[in-house]
């Protein structure tokens, strides 16, 4: 029997047949505005509701406004700050700013990928991380592709090393079909692709597990919804997305 993490997400842990087998990284890979940072967030609150303390690494977003978003779902992180089982580390603000200066975890110069892993061991210690987020990693090679897979070897020897189960954030463009580049790819445990894709003039949201070490998981394309409470992922439907778009009931 793998040991499992869930992910907590409606639907979600269905098809990947109980949820992600621990210590695995996995690569979170879309374009734009295809609910990465929201699955994260949601994978991260459902850990700490259960008990298991995890890191979100900020690299997109101001960690201010990542507590801001989080809230917009009902997920209100400082308490859990407080008692010190959840930290952001701040690898967006360099330190600049008043607000960043309220920051406890700070990477100085998110372009030093050693400092943000001494960062990212001493945050993933001080609350000990079962849960780990990225957003996102591919901030950190954009400048140089070549540096990708070593950027991704070294972060998984540190998640996987200290036992966390960890997402990386991977950011690929609107028509690419890839996710996020070979040496990525074939560095990670697992990969999940969220898609989003106009058909007849509407935008239609799927993913699909492309790839998860340690188990079985479902090969299909699942249609998932964002609401105010955050990802619904249908296990019993599937999105075939070709001339026509049609979603069939899987029935059961
Ligand atoms: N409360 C909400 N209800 C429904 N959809 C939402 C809500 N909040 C955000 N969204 C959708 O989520 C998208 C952003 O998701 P996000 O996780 O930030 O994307 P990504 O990180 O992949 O760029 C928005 O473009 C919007 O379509
Ligand atoms: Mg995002």
Do not use: C
């Not at 695995?24 to 298991?52: A, C, E, H, M, R």
């Not at 900020?58 to 997920?75: C, S």
């Not at 996102?136 to 090393?161: C, D, F, Q």
Request: aromatic fraction near 6%.
């Amino acid at each position: 029997m793998v040991e499992r993490v869930k992910t907590g997400i409606p639907g979600m842990d269905e098809i990947l047949n109980g949820g992600i087998p621990v210590r695995n990284v996995v690569l979170l890979s879309g374009g734009p505005g295809t609910g990465k940072s929201i699955f994260s967030y949601q994978y991260l609150w459902n850990g700490l509701k259960q008990g298991d303390p995890g890191v979100f690494v900020a690299l997109e977003e101001h960690p201010v406004q990542v507590r801001i978003n989080m809230a917009q779902f009902g997920w209100d992180v400082r308490q859990y700050e407080r008692e010190g089982v959840f930290a952001i580390v701040d690898a967006f603000t360099g330190g600049i700013g008043e607000a960043a200066k309220r920051e406890r975890y700070v990477v100085r110069d998110p372009e030093d990928i050693g400092l943000l892993s001494d960062v990212l061991r001493e945050a993933i210690r001080d609350v000990g991380a079962k849960r780990v987020v990225i957003d996102s990693v591919s901030t950190l090679y954009l400048a140089k592709p070549a540096l990708a897979r070593r950027t991704v070897m070294l972060l998984k020897r540190i998640l996987s090393g200290l036992g966390t189960t960890s997402i990386l954030v991977s950011q690929v463009s609107v028509t690419e079909r890839g996710f996020g580049g070979p040496g990525v790819e074939h560095a990670a445990d697992g990969i999940i692709r969220l898609d989003l894709d106009e058909v007849d003039g509407q935008l239609v949201r799927s993913l699909i597990v492309w790839k998860m070490r340690g188990t079985s998981h479902s090969m299909r394309r699942h249609p998932f919804e964002i609401t105010s409470k955050g990802i619904i992922v249908y296990p019993d439907k599937v999105v075939r997305l070709g001339r026509v778009y049609r979603v069939e009931d899987l029935g059961s």
